[in-house]
């Protein structure tokens, strides 16, 4: 693939050792890994394939055992435990399956989580919430509780909250696990949207149907990968 500039995921042999004792488990072993800007690669492989690794060493929520990953061209081993909380707040936005709602917030309250934890007034949080749920079709729902809206209304406020601080890279893990395939799809349908918006997304999943649709499939196994395939 050709190179755009810096881009916004670089690794290089990373590898992921987990010493649980008397057994060492060989999570990633030697991933190489280059997405440009604005790409949507889907992280794809059965069960222990490592996909779930890989995407916590993305996230910044997990530290290879070995090799280097730089993020937007910062090497992320040489930055301490706080600096990585704020690179995880302000480039990174979560989708997980279980959306991670929290059930006594609204929703509005749920998506202006992360610009709490960067400083930002109450105002400009309150309307930046707003914009992000009007964005996926919850304006109109913003005093809701989440256990008041369906499952895959669930979704969108967890992907509403992943784009308030407009990051520069969406990660969605598994977002569409928990959903019927009407719903899933309209997630999927999202995705897309933010994609072709310009955000850079990937996305894990053990679907091969949703997985498929991406325009670049990373396919894991052992902890390594096994194709690197661009869809025509």
């Given at each position: ?127 930046r919430a707003r914009a ?78 949703i997985g498929e649709q ?19």
């Amino acid at each position: 693939m050709s190179s755009t500039g810096v881009p916004v995921i670089e690794l290089e042999s990373v590898h992921k050792l987990y010493d649980t004792g008397p057994v060492q488990v060989h999570a990633l072993r030697g991933v190489d890994l280059r997405i440009e800007p604005g790409e949507f690669v889907s992280i794809m492989g059965p069960s222990g394939s490592g996909k779930t690794t890989l995407m916590e060493v993305l996230g910044c929520l997990s530290r290879p055992s070995a090799g280097r990953y730089r993020l937007n061209g910062r090497d992320v081993d040489a930055i301490d435990s706080d600096g990585m909380a704020r690179l995880r707040g302000e480039q990174i936005g979560f989708v997980f399956q279980s959306f991670n709602l929290l059930p006594r917030l609204s929703i509005a309250e749920n998506v202006e989580l992360p610009l709490g934890y960067r400083g930002v007034s109450q105002r400009e949080r309150r309307r930046r919430a707003r914009a992000a749920l009007e964005r996926v079709g919850l304006g109109h729902r913003w005093r809701h509780l989440p256990n008041e809206i369906s499952g895959g209304e669930r979704q969108r406020v967890a992907m509403a909250r992943a784009l308030v601080n407009r990051p520069s890279l969406v990660l969605a893990d598994e977002p569409t696990g928990n959903l019927d395939t009407k719903t899933g799809d309209e997630i999927l349908a999202l995705l897309r949207e933010i994609h072709f918006e310009g955000r850079t997304v990937v996305l894990v999943t053990h679907d091969p149907r949703i997985g498929e649709q991406a325009p670049r499939i990373l396919s894991l196994r052992d902890g390594q990968v096994e194709r690197d395939t661009l869809r025509a």
